[in-house]
């Protein structure tokens, strides 16, 4: 017990020493904070609309007046030439082409029926799928405002109508930042504490100081226990740090228990420290640990549910997944932090992520190697 | 000349005798296309959802078939409270309910007007925005279905086209941005740090005081790196056309041309990086903050670069994978030509440009 308490001094007195971590430690949560949730927004706005309009009749323009009376478009174009509407499209300066034929009005009055066109640059299909959906909401909208309009009062033939009323929960007013503050939290929780762990032992070995502690009694499991704790510990200043910040900046305080969000974080480090020293017992340079940490990182970050939700993944991916502590801690943040879900609904979490951190740790004390 | 191929020999062996490194080099490229293309999407299928159908009537039982009927939804029918419903979403096995009244068919058939409640899960906006416009999508469907039966007058149909993606996937958007972060990872960070550790090794001293020119030094060991960038392109353009099935409609030789110009823009940054930073570790968190995070980001690949704060959208015009991205897509996706593309080529190179002068003005040959 006395030669960890030794051990955890000589660590912290190595990392306190290296500044430039220390700095990295401090300010890259609060700058990756305050940036990272104003960029990383999916919610589609914007959008920009080329209208070519061959009928310029008062139906026509009112459509488009309604179309851009929405905040969600933008007018790009509006031209009587399909041509150079297109080429709109090609140069990314327009997402959409309505195309509204001549003889709209007519028709309509006529034929009660009427097509309109719609051509959607779908390369980024979320944006093309979400923004050809508001578009028709809108048409939609238009033509029972004018159906109103036009039907004599006398005929009408009153249409059943299902009014759709809808409640958003947990974030009223659907604010993105609001679901990705905790996510990113995990995230930088990650990258700081991956790599940092990573790069410990392999470091010590690249110096030379590894020797001096392989010819010395210290057991291999005391060594790792001291190089975890120092790593959690750090991890868990991070934390508060980015929850201040969370709280501060964005007004997101947790719904649920802070105690057991710290319970988790503890739990998550000890998974994550362990990976990390096991990269490091596995890498002879600095180059290879960060070659390594890399290839897991970025492969962890996309598979996490962060940026996409894990529901859309297909199920060999799905189970990928349940391999990636990230994805636990994420969805445990998610819970607590916006619904205040309680102990139970994450035990499951806990103990997965908990046997996780066993064998990565076991696997690290057995693969430390004391002689080479 | 033959001492110059000496050197790329040399460093050829520094790249290929590591296989962690090539993990990394070819791993990463590969892991990427292949999530990207069949793991990441924003699509919403099977979501799981609760129907609360207090109705139990003709018209609520037409509904709940036509919703059990799209592939988004995976639906349970049970009764609930509301009490119920957030205990559900607390524990993060259902993500939408809808709730039918009681009296549904009967109110649409006497009143003509009934009340639908959808409560979505919104802790993620995205994925309840997304359901909520679903179901409101299949609930108009069937109010249009009813409409027909009683006759409507002025129906105004849209008809859509889905240009270059029509069953909008993902991965044309994601392949241009994958490879812009390949190129970027294996030229910025790999050129940077290997030059650094050298610095860091002393063993750039012995070779700036080799009667080889010092520049032809830093030429040769860009080379590899080059070259491995080069079959990296291949790599993802392979992988893209056969495995995700993705167009090639434009000039391959455009888009090797393109690959390359971009290619000698992030080697500069690499060495600019390598200038200014002394140790290993530093030149990595340099080039993970100057470069991997901000492409990631403002890329305009993961996140629509028009949403963010004007701040942001100004610094993005900084980012070279921004414009080589536009580039990309324009080539593969539309089948565009140079006439379309020039401007962008245009910021690459000077960018290009720019960080070669800077990284010489930079660049010590002596010893402090």
Same mark, same amino acid.
């Given at each position: 017990?006395?030669?960890?308490?030794?051990?955890l001094?000589?660590?912290?007195?190595?990392?306190?020493r290296?500044?430039?971590?220390?700095?990295?430690?401090?300010?890259?949560?609060?700058?990756?904070?305050?940036?990272?949730?104003?960029?990383?927004?999916?919610?589609?706005?914007?959008?920009?609309i080329?209208?070519?309009?061959?009928?310029?009749s008062?139906?026509?323009?009112?459509l488009?007046?309604?179309?851009?009376?929405?905040?969600?478009?933008?007018?790009?174009?509006?031209?009587?030439?399909?041509?150079?509407s297109?080429?709109?499209?090609e140069?990314?300066?327009?997402?959409?082409?309505? =195309?509204?034929?001549?003889?709209?009005?007519?028709n309509?009055?006529?034929?009660?029926k =009427?097509?309109?066109?719609?051509?959607?640059?779908?390369?980024?299909?979320?944006?093309?799928?979400?923004g050809?959906?508001?578009?028709?909401?809108?048409?939609?909208?238009?033509?029972?405002?004018?159906?109103m309009?036009?039907?004599?009062?006398?005929?009408?033939n009153?249409?059943?109508t299902?009014?759709?009323?809808?409640?958003?929960?947990?974030?009223?007013?659907?604010?993105?930042?609001?679901?990705?503050?905790?996510?990113?939290?995990?995230?930088?929780l990650?990258?700081?504490?991956g790599n940092?762990?990573?790069?410990?032992?392999?470091?010590?070995?690249?110096?030379?100081?590894?020797?001096?502690?392989?010819?010395?009694?210290?057991?291999?499991?005391i060594?790792?226990?001291?190089?975890?704790?120092?790593?959690?510990?750090?991890?868990?200043?991070?934390?508060?740090?980015?929850?201040?910040v969370?709280?501060?900046?964005?007004?997101?305080?947790?719904?649920?228990?802070?105690?057991?969000?710290?319970?988790?974080?503890?739990?998550?480090?000890?998974?994550?420290?362990?990976?990390?020293?096991l990269?490091s017992?596995?890498?002879?340079?600095?180059?290879?640990?960060?070659?390594?940490?890399?290839?897991?990182?970025?492969i962890f970050?996309?598979?996490?549910?962060l940026?996409?939700?894990?529901?859309?993944?297909?199920?060999?991916?799905?189970?990928?997944?349940r391999?990636?502590?990230?994805?636990?801690?994420?969805?445990?943040?998610?819970m607590?932090?916006?619904?205040?879900s309680?102990?139970?609904?994450?035990?499951?979490?806990?103990?997965?992520?908990?046997?996780?951190?066993?064998?990565?740790?076991?696997?690290?004390?057995?693969?430390?190697?004391?002689?080479? | 000349?033959?001492?110059?191929?000496n050197?790329?020999?040399?460093?050829?062996?520094?790249?290929?005798?590591?296989?962690?490194t090539?993990?990394?080099l070819?791993?990463?490229?590969?892991?990427?296309?292949?999530?990207?293309?069949?793991?990441?999407?924003?699509?919403?299928?099977?979501?799981?959802?609760?129907?609360?159908?207090?109705?139990?009537?003709?018209?609520?039982?037409?509904?709940?078939?036509?919703?059990?009927?799209?592939?988004?939804?995976?639906?349970?029918?049970?009764?609930?409270?509301?009490?119920?419903i957030?205990?559900?979403?607390k524990?993060?096995?259902?993500?939408?309910?809808?709730v039918?009244? /009681?009296?549904?068919?009967? $109110?649409?058939?006497?009143?003509?007007?009934?009340?639908?409640?959808?409560?979505? $899960?919104? /802790?993620?906006?995205?994925?309840?925005?997304?359901?909520?416009?679903?179901?409101?999508?299949?609930?108009?469907?069937?109010?249009?279905?009813?409409?027909?039966?009683?006759?409507?007058?002025?129906?105004?149909n849209s008809?859509?086209?889905?240009?270059?993606?029509?069953?909008?996937?993902?991965?044309?958007?994601?392949?241009?941005?994958?490879?812009?972060?390949?190129?970027?990872?294996?030229?910025?960070?790999?050129?940077?740090?290997?030059?650094?550790?050298e610095?860091?090794?002393?063993?750039?001293?012995?070779?700036?005081?080799?009667?080889?020119?010092?520049?032809?030094?830093?030429?040769?060991?860009?080379?590899p790196?080059?070259?491995?960038?080069?079959?990296?392109?291949?790599?993802?353009?392979?992988?893209?056309?056969?495995?995700l $099935?993705l167009?090639?409609?434009g000039?391959?030789?455009?888009?090797?041309?393109e690959?390359?110009?971009?290619?000698?823009?992030?080697?500069?940054?690499?060495?600019l990086?390598?200038?200014?930073?002394?140790?290993?570790?530093?030149?990595?968190?340099?080039?993970?903050?100057?470069?991997?995070l901000?492409?990631?980001?403002?890329?305009?690949?993961?996140?629509?670069?028009?949403?963010?704060?004007?701040?942001?959208?100004?610094?993005?015009?900084?980012?070279?994978?921004?414009?080589f991205?536009?580039?990309?897509?324009?080539i593969?996706?539309?089948?565009?030509?140079?006439?379309?593309?020039?401007?962008?080529?245009?910021?690459l190179?000077?960018?290009?440009?720019?960080?070669?002068?800077?990284?010489?003005?930079n660049?010590?040959?002596?010893l402090?």
């Open positions: 017990m006395r030669t960890l308490l030794f051990l001094r000589k660590e912290f007195r190595q990392i306190f290296d500044k430039g971590v220390l700095r990295i430690i401090i300010i890259a949560p609060i700058i990756q904070l305050l940036v990272l949730p104003r960029a990383a927004d999916y919610e589609i706005k914007n959008i920009n080329a209208v070519v309009d061959y009928d310029h008062r139906v026509s323009e009112q488009v007046n309604k179309i851009l009376s929405s905040h969600y478009f933008k007018l790009a174009g509006y031209d009587q030439d399909y041509k150079k297109y080429d709109l499209i140069r990314d300066k327009a997402d959409i082409v309505l =195309q509204i034929p001549s003889g709209f009005e007519r309509l009055i006529r034929d009660n =009427q097509d309109l066109f719609v051509a959607v640059n779908a390369i980024n299909g979320t944006k093309a799928n979400i050809s959906a508001y578009l028709n909401t809108i048409i939609m909208d238009f033509n029972n405002e004018i159906r309009k036009w039907m004599p009062p006398l005929r009408i009153p249409m059943p299902i009014d759709i009323a809808t409640s958003n929960w947990y974030n009223p007013n659907m604010v993105y930042a609001v679901f990705m503050v905790p996510g990113i939290l995990v995230l930088l990650t990258m700081i504490g940092l762990s990573a790069f410990n032992i392999v470091k010590e070995r690249e110096i030379g100081t590894i020797e001096q502690i392989n010819v010395t009694p210290i057991k291999k499991h060594f790792i226990i001291g190089k975890l704790v120092p790593f959690i510990i750090m991890g868990l200043v991070v934390f508060t740090i980015g929850l201040g969370a709280a501060l900046v964005y007004g997101i305080i947790p719904a649920g228990s802070l105690a057991l969000l710290y319970f988790f974080a503890v739990i998550y480090l000890f998974t994550l420290v362990g990976f990390g020293l990269i017992t596995y890498s002879e340079t600095q180059q290879q640990a960060q070659s390594l940490t890399f290839f897991f990182i970025i970050n996309l598979m996490s549910g940026f996409t939700p894990i529901d859309s993944m297909p199920h060999w991916a799905q189970i990928i997944t391999f990636i502590p990230l994805s636990y801690f994420i969805d445990v943040m998610r607590i932090v916006l619904k205040g309680h102990f139970h609904d994450v035990l499951y979490h806990c103990l997965v992520l908990f046997g996780m951190g066993l064998v990565l740790n076991g696997w690290a004390v057995l693969n430390y190697r004391k002689t080479s | 000349m033959r001492q110059f191929i050197f790329i020999k040399k460093e050829f062996y520094h790249v290929l005798r590591d296989p962690k090539l993990l990394m070819f791993g990463v490229p590969i892991a990427q296309i292949v999530l990207f293309g069949f793991a990441l999407s924003n699509e919403i299928k099977n979501a799981n959802i609760v129907i609360i159908d207090n109705g139990m009537d003709m018209a609520s039982q037409q509904l709940v078939y036509k919703i059990k009927a799209s592939k988004y939804f995976n639906v349970k029918e049970v009764f609930m409270n509301p009490d119920q957030d205990a559900a979403f524990s993060g096995t259902v993500k939408l309910a809808l039918i009244p /009681s009296g549904f068919n009967n $109110d649409l058939v006497h009143l003509h007007k009934s009340g639908l409640q959808i409560i979505a $899960d919104a /802790s993620d906006p995205n994925t309840a925005t997304t359901l909520t416009n679903y179901m409101t999508a299949i609930i108009e469907d069937y109010q249009g279905q009813l409409w027909q039966e009683n006759g409507m007058p002025y129906v105004i008809e859509q086209r889905m240009l270059y993606n029509p069953e909008l996937v993902g991965a044309p958007n994601f392949v241009p941005g994958v490879m812009a972060m390949v190129l970027l990872l294996i030229c910025v960070m790999m050129t940077s740090i290997s030059i650094v550790k610095k860091e090794l002393g063993t750039l001293e012995v070779l700036l005081v080799s009667p080889f020119n010092p520049f032809m030094v830093i030429i040769s060991k860009m080379v790196y080059i070259v491995v960038s080069l079959i990296n392109v291949c790599i993802i353009l392979l992988l893209s056309v056969f495995l $099935d167009p090639m409609k000039s391959l030789l455009l888009l090797f041309g690959s390359l110009l971009f290619i000698i823009t992030a080697l500069s940054l690499g060495l990086i390598s200038t200014i930073t002394d140790t290993q570790q530093t030149a990595m968190t340099t080039s993970f903050l100057a470069m991997l901000p492409t990631m980001l403002l890329g305009g690949y993961l996140f629509p670069i028009e949403n963010m704060p004007w701040l942001l959208r100004v610094i993005s015009n900084i980012v070279p994978a921004k414009w991205y536009i580039i990309i897509k324009s593969m996706l539309k089948g565009l030509g140079i006439k379309y593309i020039w401007k962008e080529t245009l910021i190179a000077g960018m290009a440009l720019f960080f070669i002068v800077v990284s010489i003005k660049f010590k040959i002596r402090q």
